[in-house]
C-alpha cells in the first residue's frame, strides 16, 4: 500500500444490504489491479484500508491521538465522505477523489440483475475507467494552459530568504551552527518518515475520521521513570529510547522552561553533571566529564549533535508536527527551550531534580 499517493478510488457501500459488498470482498485482489493498472491509482475499500497494517502504522506515527478508528462507525464515515465531496446518492458507487482539485466523482452502480459475477462487475469497472481517464486528460489540458504562469523570486537565493541577520556571534559558535547542525536526520530514518506520510485521499480520510471520534490534536503527557525512562503516556505509552548524554541534556533544558543560551550553558556545567550521575548512578563519571565539557562549550558543536540525537529520538515514534513540541529549538541568538507546556510532564524525580 502506498499511504502517499494523493489519488484513490474509493468504494462506498449503501449500508447493510448492499449487493456489491461480498463482490468487492470476493474480488478485491482482481479489482485492486485493475485500476492500479489502469491509471496507476490505488482502489480503497474502507473495512480493508482500516485494518491494514500499513495504515495502522502510518496512523499510529501521524496521529497517534485518534484512539479506536479501527471500529469506526462505517456508514458515518461514508457520509461525511458523501458531504464533503457533494455526493448525493444511495446507490453503491466507485468515487474517485482528486486532489488537484479536491474533487469527488461518483460512479453509480447498475443494481445486479441476478447474483454479481467478476464478468459483471468488471464490464462496470472499465465503464468506469474509460470516464476516469477523461476527466484526467481534462485535467491535464487544464494544467498546460495554466504552465505558462510563472513566479518570480527575484534576485533572492533561498539562502537569502532562509538566512539570519547579519550580525556574528564569534563567542558562540555552537548557536551560530544550531539550524543545520541540531536538525541533521540520518538518511536511513529520513526514509522511514517519508514511507510514513499521508497525502492527499488520507489526509481528508484521517479528518472525516477526526470528526467522527470527536478528536482534536493533542499532545500526550510526557513521563519520566524512576529509571529515567523517558514514554509519551497518551501515544500509547512510546518509549522516547536516548543514551545517557543527549538524556540528561534533554532533562536540563526540561527543567528550564525559560530556555538557556547556549553561550551561558557553562553556568549549568554542574548541574548536567549531577543530572548524568542520576542517570547513569555513578558518583563519578569519570569517562563522561570530557563530554560534559564539551557539550557546554560554547566554540563546540558537540551540544548540536546531542540536540540533534533528541529530535531524531522523537522523529523516531511520532511525526514531524507532533515532535516539535517536544525536543529543543530556539532562534539564533536567542535561549534555546522546549515548547511542551510542564503541566503536560509527569516526573517521578521531583525531588531529585527540583523544578523539572
Not at 155 to 164: A, C, V
Request: negative net charge; hydrophobic residues 35%; aromatic residues 10%.
Amino acid at each position: 500500500m502506498q499511504l502517499y499517493e494523493s489519488e484513490a478510488i474509493i468504494y462506498l457501500s449503501s449500508g447493510v444490504d448492499d449487493p456489491y459488498n461480498q463482490a468487492i470482498v470476493k474480488n478485491y485482489s482482481f479489482i485492486q489491479k485493475r485500476f492500479r493498472k489502469e491509471t496507476g491509482i490505488p482502489f480503497i475499500y474502507l473495512p480493508k484500508l482500516l485494518l491494514d497494517k500499513g495504515f495502522q502504522r502510518m496512523m499510529s506515527y501521524n496521529h497517534p491521538y485518534i484512539s479506536n478508528y479501527i471500529h469506526a462507525d462505517l456508514r458515518k464515515l461514508t457520509e461525511e465522505i458523501k458531504k464533503h465531496y457533494n455526493i448525493i446518492t444511495d446507490s453503491p458507487a466507485f468515487v474517485y477523489i482528486s486532489q488537484k482539485d479536491d474533487e469527488g466523482y461518483c460512479f453509480e452502480l447498475v443494481p445486479p440483475i441476478k447474483k454479481l459475477s467478476r464478468e459483471d462487475l468488471s464490464k462496470q469497472i472499465d465503464a468506469i475507467l474509460e470516464k476516469i481517464e477523461w476527466i484526467k486528460n481534462k485535467n491535464k489540458i487544464l494544467e498546460d494552459e495554466d504552465s505558462g504562469i510563472r513566479f518570480s523570486m527575484g534576485d533572492d537565493t533561498l539562502s537569502d530568504i532562509f538566512s539570519e541577520d547579519g550580525e556574528e556571534y564569534g563567542n558562540d559558535l555552537a548557536d551560530a551552527n544550531f539550524n543545520s547542525a541540531a536538525f541533521k536526520v540520518p538518511g536511513d530514518l529520513m526514509e522511514k518518515i517519508n514511507e510514513l506520510k499521508e497525502a492527499g485521499y488520507l489526509s481528508r480520510l484521517i479528518e472525516f475520521l477526526e470528526e467522527l471520534q470527536k478528536t482534536t490534536r493533542k499532545l500526550s503527557r510526557l513521563r519520566i521513570t524512576q529509571d529515567y525512562k523517558i514514554y509519551l503516556m497518551d501515544y500509547e505509552m512510546k518509549e522516547v529510547k536516548m543514551s545517557p548524554l543527549p538524556k540528561a541534556l534533554y532533562l536540563l533544558f526540561l527543567k528550564h522552561p525559560e530556555g538557556i543560551l547556549f553561550k551561558e550553558l557553562t553556568d549549568f556545567r554542574t548541574e548536567l553533571m549531577d543530572i548524568y550521575k542520576y542517570i547513569t548512578l555513578r558518583e563519578r563519571p569519570d569517562k563522561a566529564r570530557l563530554s560534559i565539557l564539551k557539550i557546554t562549550d560554547p566554540f563546540d558543536n558537540s551540544v548540536n549533535e546531542k540536540c540533534s540525537l533528541i529530535r531524531i529520538a522523537f522523529l523516531k515514534v511520532v511525526s514531524e508536527e507532533i515532535a516539535k513540541n517536544y525536543y529543543i529549538t530556539g532562534r539564533r541568538g536567542e535561549p534555546k527551550n522546549i515548547t511542551l507546556d510542564r503541566e503536560l510532564v509527569i516526573n517521578e524525580h521531583t525531588s531529585r531534580l527540583q523544578g523539572l
